[in-house]
């Protein structure tokens, strides 16, 4: 299977810079008539797809086919681009079958549950913050 790589959320310059930096793999945009599409049809239908994949408030790169050390490799030099905060995915059998709407929703949520938790361990390292103190007793 063929890796596609897919963009959303990017200005223009911005997804020239990232295609750029994951030269040797196939980086699509992704436009906004796809967002009711199912996301194996957009994987499908990727060489076709045209127009500009900056039309979401958050910026997602969605992996198709992609094996666990390109996967970390592509990670690494898209955030070594520092474009601000994104959302990284593959896609799965399952999300295949959703509306890429559908997707960008549950990947939105996930991150922010991730933040949440990621916020509150650091708070509870620290000692500050709403938590109970279990250790005095």
Not at 51 to 76: P, Q
Not at 82 to 92: E, S, V, Y
Request: charged share 30%; proline share 1%; aromatic share 10%.
């Amino acid at each position: 299977m063929k890796v596609k790589v897919f963009l959303i959320g990017f200005n223009e310059e911005e997804a020239n810079v990232v295609k750029e930096a994951l030269n040797g793999l196939s980086v699509f945009e992704v436009p906004e008539y796809c967002r009711d599409w199912i996301v194996g049809d957009v994987v499908e239908k990727a060489g076709t797809l045209s127009g500009s994949c900056y039309w979401h408030l958050r910026k997602f790169v969605i992996m198709h086919g992609v094996d666990n050390e390109t996967l970390k490799d592509a990670i690494k030099t898209v955030r070594s681009l520092d474009l601000g905060r994104i959302i990284f995915a593959t896609t799965t059998q399952t999300s295949l079958t959703w509306k890429l709407e559908d997707l960008l929703d549950e990947l939105m949520a996930e991150d922010e549950y991730f933040q949440a938790l990621r916020w509150a361990r650091e708070q509870g390292a620290r000692k500050k913050g709403p938590f109970l103190d279990l250790e005095k007793g």
